[in-house]
């Protein structure tokens, strides 16, 4: 949708678009269909969070029929641009968005074909006529100038269906929406673990508000064996929800390319992650928020996350959720940020771009200290989840288990899964569990898991990999069992997931040259290079760095 939003606010004229998409409609994509959500599922960005689009949301929501108001319980009188709302319908919102481009385009006279209930099988690279092949399910292949792959979220099965009680993912949601009277395991304790806490709450008991507004929860008669056993890392619920002063987290703040280039010349070529963490971390703090700064002043990026994860680790789960729902509530009321959270979040999408400049040991770090942490604090949880969880946990529904890092789950004989774990008395533990969910998130996909196999088989992508800096390094990492680091002819490297692709989204081949006419911004392939944890602000950026570089080659600035 920004890709063609983009197309035609541009000055480009003589173009024709052709879009295929494998639903019968354009806009809700995954997360906001039946696909990724359910009723009870909600958005964890508010209206004026999101990139501009053709009307605001705010706007959209007011004009909404009294029946799809009813359906989605929403005030519209009391509608404003900070509210969350039902996942479907957001994408009724994104779905009617798209329906004004499609208006739009053909007022501008550009050639728009949508292609609804058209499956791409294929994608093939035809290098003697420089032009990209588009091979369906249902339409008869045809050459593009240019393609760009916004193939979004892609969940694959690897044990679901094959034994009963073990889901590869929550979504469909609606797969879960069933009475069940055991103990679930859930891995994950962040976004994507609420959405399955939320369909299995409701499908096996009942929220009321009281007079106090405090929600309660009690279960129904059929399900009183039920629990859900969240499994995390350190044992940390993610953050609340808060007011942001920049509801658009700095999206201004990207680092330029000059500023990328000095700092690689410092850096023997590489981008320094302490310069990042030090730019668009702690300075802005420094401004903005001079007394956390004094306490954060002179900490490096792991010092900083141990400061963080001490201080939460040392209090229940729960009591900190709950702490933290009162801090939030707080700042939404003030309208005042809580301004490092803030910043984290800006971080977070400032280094996704340049992040492919990182030393190995860099990326390394990140994923060690600052990813776990940049995961629960930016998840930004919406109030109603909270309350519910909340509610949830003091009806003895819902707990948590810390897991370290080596923890692993087997499929089950007949069904579920086997937990395995080191608990907090140093002892391992293994619980068999009927129902399974994994619910960590979209996962990072290898290169050679894209359906267009012509691109592998073509080697028209390469596998994403990042250059050690010192070669002792990568030696002990070798020697210490990462199997992600590999050596060439040029020095040692770490395989990242995904494929590799330049600052313009465009895939690279196995010497590294850039394809011009293929653009790729499907998230679980391209994680490698882009590890942020992407929203539609990501689809907004990448989509102005992709179609720039097409309207160059059409002579448009
Ligand atoms: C459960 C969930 C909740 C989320 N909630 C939020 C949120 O609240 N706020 C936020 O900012 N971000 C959220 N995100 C992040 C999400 O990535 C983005 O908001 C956005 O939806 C990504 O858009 P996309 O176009 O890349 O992918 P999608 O919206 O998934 O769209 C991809 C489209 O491509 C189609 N397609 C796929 N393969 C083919 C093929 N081979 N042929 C033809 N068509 C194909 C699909 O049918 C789909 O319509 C959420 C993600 C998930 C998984």
Redesign the pocket.
């Known amino acids: 949708m920004f890709v063609l939003k983009r197309l035609i606010e541009s000055q480009v004229k003589n173009i024709s678009i052709e879009i295929?998409?494998?639903?019968k409609e354009l806009g809700p994509?995954?997360?906001?269909s039946f696909e990724?959500?359910n009723e009870e599922h909600i958005?964890?960005?508010s209206g004026n969070e999101?990139p501009e689009l053709e009307k605001s949301l705010a706007t959209w929501v007011k004009a909404l029929d009294t029946e799809t108001l009813k359906r989605f319980k929403i005030d519209a009188d009391n509608f404003n641009g900070y509210k969350v709302l039902p996942?479907l319908l957001f994408g009724q919102y994104l779905g009617s968005q798209f329906r004004i481009l499609e208006k739009k385009a053909k007022k501008k006279g550009i050639l728009l074909t949508i292609n609804r209930n058209?499956?791409?099988t294929d994608i093939v690279d035809d290098k003697e006529q420089k032009l990209i092949k588009i091979i369906s399910d249902k339409i008869k292949p045809e050459l593009y100038h240019y393609a760009v792959i916004?193939?979004?979220?892609y969940w694959p099965k690897v044990h679901e269906g094959a034994v009963e009680g073990y889901f590869d993912s929550p979504?469909p949601p609606s797969k879960l929406a069933k009475k069940i009277n055991h103990p679930v395991a859930i891995r994950g304790s962040s976004?994507?673990a609420i959405?399955a806490v939320r369909t299995l709450a409701k499908h096996n008991g009942e929220f009321v508000t009281g007079k106090n507004n405090r929600v309660a929860f009690s279960l129904c008669d059929e399900s009183k064996g039920f629990k859900m056993v969240l499994h995390s890392r350190e044992g940390m619920l993610p953050a609340v929800r808060f007011h942001l002063e920049d509801s658009r987290l700095g999206k201004g703040s990207i680092l330029t390319q000059e500023e990328i280039e000095t700092n690689k010349n410092e850096n023997e070529g590489f981008l320094s992650l302490d310069f990042v963490f030090e730019k668009n971390f702690k300075n802005p703090i420094r401004e903005n928020d001079p007394a956390f700064y004094k306490k954060i002043k002179g900490m490096n990026m792991e010092q900083f996350v141990d400061f963080v994860l001490s201080a939460r680790g040392t209090v229940d789960a729960f009591d900190l959720l709950f702490g933290e729902y009162i801090e939030a509530e707080k700042s939404i009321k003030r309208k005042e940020s809580i301004y490092w959270k803030e910043m984290l979040g800006v971080l977070s999408f400032v280094m996704n771009y340049p992040a492919k400049y990182f030393s190995a040991e860099d990326m390394l770090r990140l994923h060690k200290t600052l990813h776990p942490l940049i995961s629960i604090v930016i998840a930004y949880v919406p109030q109603s989840s909270v309350e519910e969880m909340l509610a949830l946990h003091e009806k003895g529904v819902l707990e948590i288990i810390s897991v370290g890092h080596d923890s692993y789950v087997e499929p089950g004989e007949k069904t579920g899964a086997h937990y395995t774990y080191t608990n907090s008395l140093n002892q391992q533990v293994s619980m068999h569990y009927k129902t399974y969910i994994d619910a960590v998130g979209?996962p990072r996909l290898i290169y050679n898991s894209l359906?267009f196999k012509s691109l592998v088989e073509q080697k028209t992508i390469s596998p994403a990999k990042i250059k050690f800096r010192d070669i002792s390094m990568a030696v002990l990492e070798k020697e210490a069992g990462n199997k992600n680091v590999i050596i060439d002819k040029n020095g040692y490297y770490l395989n990242v997931p995904g494929i590799a692709i330049n600052d313009n989204f465009q895939v690279l081949d196995e010497f590294g040259a850039y394809n011009d006419r293929l653009f790729i911004?499907?998230?679980p392939f391209i994680a490698g290079y882009n590890p942020d944890y992407?929203?539609?602000?990501f689809?907004e950026a990448a989509s102005g760095f992709i179609v720039k570089n097409i309207l160059r080659e059409f002579g448009v600035a």
């Open positions: 295929f998409e494998k639903k994509g995954m997360p906001y990724g959500a958005t964890n960005v999101i996942r058209v499956l791409v916004c193939t979004g979220h979504y976004l994507t959405d979209q359906p911004m499907a998230v992407s929203g539609l602000d689809c």
